[in-house]
């Protein structure tokens, strides 16, 4: 099936510094989404992203799909304590009708 | 508020057993999905259904049912408990159409002894 390759695997960083993570496909998507994922929670929507080169924000948080259509990517501003999660990406391929997952992404914020 | 529920939340049976995970969504979504989540493997889609009556397999559907009698439930069943299929189940649904977020249930975590 459709591979999502999600990277960093996973990261630590020190409070207040920024995050960047990507995830990149070998085919065209038309919808990208982020997820983040809590300890014993389910994944939450964090940003919807349907155009290439759609730049959107949510608070501390900036996803873009990418120019080609291939990847995306997901910044974290300012990093806090509470941001500690896993985040996953999803894309819908061209001519499909469900989701692919990326593998996540851990993110580990140090005070 | 809508909302999308899921239970038990935790479950423990034996090899063989038959179990049924429920999923309960108010969000008058026409579109419900079942994944399991295991370490190395990420979400992976066990089936789905885009209305009332229409339930289809996904990439890990073997030894999983489902049915849709109404919009608001998907109930994923196990025939016969393997201990391949000790995992974290979640339900997941979305409006349909264009729209293609999904919105995650909090859960089921399943052992199989």
């Known amino acids: 099936g459709q591979q999502l390759n999600q990277s960093p695997q996973s990261m630590f960083i020190q409070e207040g510094e920024d995050v960047s993570m990507n995830c990149t496909s070998s085919?065209?998507?038309?919808?990208w989404l982020w997820y983040k994922q809590d300890p014993g929670e389910g994944p939450v929507l964090l940003i919807a992203l349907y155009k290439a080169g759609e730049l959107t924000s949510n608070g501390r948080l900036t996803a873009q799909f990418g120019i080609t259509r291939k990847d995306s990517f997901l910044n974290i501003s300012a990093s806090i304590p509470s941001d500690v999660g896993i985040y996953f990406c999803a894309g819908l391929p061209i001519a499909a009708s469900k989701l692919t997952f990326g593998t996540g992404t851990r993110l580990q914020v140090t005070l | 508020d809508a909302e999308i529920t899921q239970s038990p939340r935790h479950k423990i049976t034996e090899t063989g057993r038959q179990v049924t995970l429920a999923c309960h969504q108010t969000w008058n979504h026409n579109n419900m999905f079942w994944y399991r989540q295991d370490l190395g493997h990420g979400l992976r889609l066990i089936h789905y259904?885009?209305?009332?009556?229409?339930?289809n397999k996904g990439e890990v559907s073997d030894g999983y049912s489902v049915s849709r009698s109404n919009t608001e439930d998907l109930p994923l069943t196990l025939e016969s408990a393997a201990s391949s299929q000790t995992s974290v189940y979640f339900c997941?649904?979305?409006?349909?159409?264009?729209?293609?977020?999904?919105?995650f249930g909090p859960g089921t975590r399943l052992t199989v002894l």
């Open positions: 259904s885009y209305g009332v009556q229409d339930t």
């Open positions: 085919s065209i998507f038309n919808t």
């Open positions: 997941a649904s979305s409006v349909g159409g264009e729209l293609t977020e999904q919105f």
